[in-house]
């Protein structure tokens, strides 16, 4: 996954994410700006899950996304 291309179309790839993710405020949504490990961080606090299982939930919803 090419986390140069979710930084750039952030505000795009914001809207479906929320839907995905939505448990997290629009504060929270502002404050990652394309930032994967803060997005990880927050899925973990607001889903209480392991770290691997929030990365695995950001590759699958970013992976087709972001294949060029």
């Given at each position: 996954?090419?986390?140069?291309?979710?930084k750039?179309?952030?505000?795009q790839?914001?809207?479906?994410a929320?839907?995905q993710?939505?448990?997290l405020?629009?504060?929270?949504?502002d404050?990652?700006?394309?930032d994967?490990?803060?997005?990880?961080?927050?899925?973990?606090?607001?889903?209480?899950?392991?770290?691997?299982?929030?990365?695995?939930?950001?590759?699958?919803?970013?992976?087709?996304?972001?294949?060029?």
């Amino acid at each position: 996954m090419n986390w140069d291309i979710v930084k750039g179309k952030w505000a795009q790839f914001k809207g479906e994410a929320r839907k995905q993710w939505g448990n997290l405020t629009d504060d929270d949504w502002d404050q990652f700006n394309g930032d994967r490990e803060k997005l990880s961080g927050k899925l973990q606090e607001s889903y209480g899950w392991a770290k691997q299982d929030a990365e695995t939930h950001i590759d699958e919803f970013f992976r087709p996304r972001t294949q060029v």
